[in-house]
């Protein structure tokens, strides 16, 4: 097991009360955690939480089992949502995490949990991630929490601020028997700060202080009689008084002047960025000091809101900007209907001034916030205002003029000899051979990149493991066949229930292929049933094996194979898919593991054995100069980063010649390519030999001698 935090990060998990703690954002959660007293974490790893599962991981050894906390890495984020129960059930602290998109997958027992209001603190550590840095469907937690009644926590980027928010939101949670979402965006879960922290809490309920028995009620099932007078009692009692206790506590936060007769409210970190931008313009510091006459009100918690903050802090006001990122405008929205029910006659604007769609960073609010300050608070300072926005958005206009040509976009590609390359260059090279497109439907992995070029092979892109379902009546609706394509991260995450079930009892003619690299990928390799180990390190004690579990299903025709054997490959995917027997889904398992890992295992042997004086034998491929015309067909099957272009010296070949640069792992898929679309000669397979046996030397003596004098001085660069 490899994750991302040293045994040095761990130890600071151990700092008591006014030390200092330096870290990312996940450490800084994971330390709030500890000494607000968990008894249980789990989770599905997605960014920007990814590396919060990392470090629960790595400090579970260490620490967390001494504390006698449990950790799960759960199958998805329903079956981790679910461990929210244990706080329903008794007094008992925990948190589950996973990102934005998770939300859906979890709804379902979430609702559940947060109409039946919990014990202690249940805490759900979301990946917010509205500018799409490392997510797909661009969405907002708000939304869901407010349809199910959780509160919702948006902290300003600042690590202090996190620390305190995780502990607050704990007590909050406690205080109002109400499920939390806490959002972790990119800027804070990726940023190193120092903070000061303090003591852990032991949980008085844990692994190593096991209680007797969890209580039984059937007063806490969701259903009736008892599921109205839940849902009284959340809207009714817990939600108000979650309201109360965020004024109480002081969880939202000023800025500025309190007598000044314009405001600005924010959330998250819509404060860092308006910060940022009225620094740049004269009205504050990057430190949070404000000028006198702005008054600003951060929302760290936006669901519930408190109508009576929100009231005073317009009162007596002329304008409010509301700061709201992206749609829908929920605290816009409430705040206009209560200025509306209270006849409160404050200036509201919001959308109308600000961007509604897209993340809010700086250069996004240069002219609403310039506006506000000059149209509506006239402040000008004799133009300065106005030319200093002018001159900051000059400088985005003189940049992109300085580049000419717009910047194409960067698509997302596989790694340098990614096992999953190699399947869709086979199935590129069959389609182009055949001429037979076959409808490729696919969802959320790392195979999802295979929909951009060189490869265009993913005609669909949607929520985990829905891919096969996806086609189940598109392919009944044409003539086309479907290949459906799916990792085995994913598949143990939903597919095996959301698609194959469904499919086989629906007869769907389908071939499916199974990218088993053995671990979850594309979030930073983690662990799943196929590694044979708990995210912990511990072993499984038992054996998860994909292919028995499809035949359990009822699939009967399955074949295994190795991507990187093009020509083994292609007989076992043509042999199946041209089974036309009766319709059915039929299973290819492309077994070969995720490149990265594979690196990341075998860098350190290798070192070590050279160390050592032992034999190491390492693969490079080549791009002979002399043999390449420079037409760039090896690159319209392939896509690898290491494939490239390199200018052409000669006269006649004018073009840009094939070129591997030395990021190339020797996985020997572009010279598999090369003779499987019958293209050119010109790959060279190389294999270098460190601390060769004797008999190794000898033949490459005899090998030596027997080729021409020119040869053996070309290759010894004379």
């Known amino acids: 097991m490899g994750h991302s935090y040293t045994p040095e990060d761990v130890a600071q998990l151990r700092r008591g009360k006014g030390e200092r703690l330096y870290g990312d954002g996940a450490l800084v959660v994971l330390k709030a955690l500890l000494e607000s007293g968990i008894s249980y974490f789990g989770g599905y790893p997605g960014s920007p939480t990814a590396n919060l599962m990392d470090a629960v991981a790595d400090a579970y050894e260490p620490l967390l089992k001494e504390y006698g906390v449990y950790f799960e890495s759960s199958s998805n984020e329903m079956s981790a949502g679910a461990l929210l129960t244990t706080s329903v059930y008794g007094p008992v602290r925990g948190a589950v995490t996973w990102k934005v998109v998770g939300n859906g997958v979890a709804t379902d027992v979430v609702d559940h949990v947060s109409q039946l209001g919990v014990k202690d603190g249940a805490m759900i550590v979301v990946g917010e991630d509205y500018g799409v840095s490392s997510t797909t469907v661009v969405q907002r937690t708000l939304a869901w929490g407010v349809k199910s009644g959780l509160l919702v926590i948006d902290p300003r980027a600042d690590q202090q601020v996190l620390h305190r928010m995780v502990k607050e939101g704990m007590d909050l949670s406690r205080d109002s028997k109400s ?125 519930p809101l408190s109508e009576t903050q929100i009231e005073e802090f317009m009162a007596g006001k002329k304008a409010v900007l509301i700061v709201e990122e992206g749609q829908p405008d929920l605290i816009e929205s409430q705040i206009r209907a209560l200025a509306h029910k209270r006849g409160i006659t404050c200036r509201i604007i919001g959308h109308d001034a600000i961007p509604g769609i897209g993340e809010l960073v700086p250069e996004r609010l240069i002219e609403p916030l310039s506006g506000y300050l000059i149209s509506d608070m006239g402040i000008d300072g004799g133009g300065a205002i106005q030319r200093k926005a002018q001159s900051l958005l000059q400088r985005g206009r003189d940049v992109m003029t300085s580049i000419g040509k717009p910047v194409p976009a960067r698509i997302p590609t596989f790694c340098t000899g990614c096992p999953e390359r190699p399947v869709f ?277 005899i090998r030596s001698l027997l080729l021409p004098r020119h040869v053996v001085l070309a290759m010894e660069g004379k």
Request: aromatic fraction near 8%.
């Open 425 to 701: 260059s086979q199935m590129k090279i069959r389609e182009v051979v055949f001429g037979e497109k076959d409808w490729h439907a696919g969802d959320v992995g790392c195979y999802g990149m295979a929909g951009f070029k060189p490869f265009e092979m993913a005609d669909s892109n949607i929520g985990m493991g829905a891919g096969l379902a996806a086609a189940t009546a598109i392919t009944a609706l044409s003539r086309q066949r479907n290949v459906s394509v799916v990792g085995d991260g994913t598949l143990w995450h939903s597919a095996f229930n959301t698609s194959v079930a469904n499919g086989i009892y629906n007869k769907q003619e389908s071939t499916y292929i199974v990218l088993d690299n053995a671990w979850t990928a594309m979030t930073g390799a983690h662990e799943n049933p196929n590694v044979g180990v708990l995210m912990n390190g511990e072993p499984m004690n038992t054996e998860m094996s994909i292919e028995k579990t499809f035949r359990a299903m009822g699939v009967k025709h399955i074949e295994t194979a190795n991507p990187y054997d093009f020509k083994g490959f292609q007989k076992k995917f043509i042999r199946i898919h041209e089974d036309k027997s009766k319709p059915q889904v039929r299973v290819l398992i492309s077994d070969a593991e995720c490149q990265l890992q594979r690196q990341r295992r075998i860098r350190p042997q290798n070192a070590a054995a050279l160390k050592a004086g032992k034999r190491v034998a390492t693969d490079r491929l080549y791009v002979d100069d002399e043999v390449c015309v420079g037409d760039h067909a090896c690159m319209r099957f392939n896509g690898c980063p290491s494939l490239t272009l390199k200018p052409s010296d000669g006269v006649v070949k004018k073009s840009d010649k094939a070129y591997i640069d030395q990021n190339c792992v020797g996985c020997g898929t572009c010279g598999e390519i090369s003779t499987m679309a019958q293209l050119c000669p010109s790959f060279v397979k190389v294999t270098t030999v460190t601390n060769a046996s004797w008999r190794e030397k000898l033949v490459n003596a």
């Open 179 to 303: 499920v939390v979402a806490l959002l972790l965006r990119p800027q804070a879960s990726h940023t190193n700060a120092e903070i000061t922290v303090g003591d852990n809490v032991i949980p008085a309920i844990s692994t190593v202080n096991k209680v007797e028995a969890f209580r039984k009620d059937p007063t806490l099932f969701a259903l009736p009689p008892y599921a109205q007078e839940q849902e009284k009692d959340r809207y009714l009692h817990r939600l108000p008084t979650a309201a109360r206790l965020v004024v109480e506590r002081g969880l939202n936060e000023y800025f500025g002047g309190s007598h000044a007769e314009f405001g600005l409210i924010t959330h998250g970190t819509t404060f860092n960025s308006t910060l940022r931008v009225l620094s740049l313009l004269g009205m504050a510091d990057e430190f949070g000091e404000l000028d006198e006459r702005l008054h600003l009100l951060q929302l760290n918690v936006v669901n």
